[in-house]
């Protein structure tokens, strides 16, 4: 899973007042947090995106097109782009895409992808909480569970205020991450797996009411060495999402269990959010 310290007793209710714009406070550049961490990604980024990772992405690239009626020329904002993954397939089709991440390895590690596929990407070293651009897109996407990292839940609605204002007028806005709901569904302590040559061991548990999903990983390299990294997600259920991203600017938010627009109930594989400016 794609990162701030929830503690327990934060509420469960996202209120009106929670919202507030006047209440968001400026955001610090002094204090770094664990995803703005070069090593982490350099340590952990191979298990994340494998070789399983890459092969979804010309299948995930279709979906986003479908959803958001995007064509061949169409602006793209992927805010988290990382390595690229999904931007460097968009791009494939004819979409101007410009990708925005905080970590500049991964964006350079997302050119080095573009170059080997003769794709160009607009690719920008920014965090999401003081994103601004000029340019407004069709579209904007955060995928693969990349939102609920930040301290606070003023710096998430940030981040989704800023990519509103990004868009142009009826743009798009698709989210895909773990939900409370989906965290619930689908709990488990944790595995010892193998991926991209070397041991993995995660470790779950829960943060307080459900408020956060705590994660601890482990990985072990051919020579013997041990590496951990922990970091706690904060959980957001579908209706604090959507009354969040209507306050954030949307006019309307509709909510999925997969890409392929299957609902959002008992059966749903993840939490899928398509916004509409």
Request: glycine share 8%; with cysteine; aromatic share 10%.
């Amino acid at each position: 899973m794609k990162k701030s310290t929830v503690k327990p007793g934060i509420k469960s209710e996202i209120t009106e007042k929670s919202f507030s714009p006047q209440m968001i406070a400026p955001i610090s550049q002094e204090k770094k947090q664990w995803f703005e961490n070069e090593s982490f990604w350099q340590n952990f980024g191979p298990v994340m995106f494998d070789s399983q990772r890459w092969a979804e992405a010309p299948g995930i690239a279709e979906s986003v097109i479908k959803i958001a009626g995007l064509t061949k020329g169409s602006s793209v904002l992927d805010a988290g782009c990382g390595p690229g993954r999904i931007s460097v397939e968009l791009a494939a089709k004819g979409l101007d895409v410009t990708g925005v991440d905080i970590i500049q390895s991964e964006l350079d590690a997302a050119k080095d992808s573009a170059d080997a596929e003769g794709v160009k990407l607009d690719l920008i070293n920014c965090d999401l909480r003081s994103f601004k651009s000029q340019k407004k897109f069709d579209c904007a996407i955060n995928l693969y569970t990349s939102f609920g990292y930040c301290d606070t839940i003023e710096e998430d609605f940030q981040i989704l205020k800023n990519i509103a204002d990004s868009l142009r007028d009826n743009g798009f806005f698709i989210l895909e991450c773990t939900s409370r709901e989906t965290a619930i569904l689908y709990f488990t302590d944790g595995e010892w797996f193998e991926r991209s040559g070397l041991t993995v061991l995660t470790q779950f548990s829960v943060e307080g009411a459900w408020e956060g999903l705590r994660s601890k990983w482990t990985i072990i390299n051919r020579d013997g060495q041990r590496i951990e990294h922990e970091f706690v997600q904060r959980l957001y259920s579908a209706i604090e999402l959507k009354r969040m991203m209507i306050r954030a600017g949307f006019n309307s938010v509709e909510i999925y269990g997969n890409y392929d627009f299957s609902p959002y109930n008992e059966h749903a594989k993840t939490m899928v959010i398509v916004a509409k400016k």
